[in-house]
């Protein structure tokens, strides 16, 4: 098993940054891929962003731009950082683990963090 507690959430003020991090515990060894999905209200959750073991990135086209995703392999922890946020940026985010493959379908991530709070005021 591998547990994924995140923190950094917060309130911004549109155009404001934000960084988020994601520390993995457990099963370590297992993770190939670490992404990041958000989940607004009333909305299903989407893929955000996702690093493979390997260090190489992948990005909605959404947040193409302006998130970037980094990982500490050493300390198991993969971090958000949020710039130039947007009012559509806010959303529950959370962490996600996946075994193999750089997935940006939920379905295909076994592990998943408790979310953390982003809201972008105006």
């Known amino acids: 098993q591998v547990q994924l507690v995140e923190s950094g959430g917060g309130l911004v003020l549109v155009g404001g940054s934000l960084g988020l991090s994601c520390a993995a515990s457990?099963?370590?060894?297992?993770?190939?891929?670490m992404g990041w999905f958000r989940q607004a209200p009333g909305k299903e959750r989407e893929f955000v962003a996702a690093i493979s073991r390997t260090g190489a990135p992948y990005y909605a086209d959404s947040v193409k731009g302006r998130f970037t995703i980094s990982r500490d392999s050493a300390k198991n922890t993969v971090y958000l950082q949020m710039n130039s946020l947007k009012p559509e940026d806010t959303a529950v985010y959370y962490c996600a683990s996946a075994l193999s493959g750089m997935p940006s379908r939920s379905d295909l991530y076994p592990y998943w963090g408790q979310g953390t709070q982003v809201t972008v005021s105006s």
């Open positions: 457990g099963r370590t060894f297992s993770i190939y891929t």
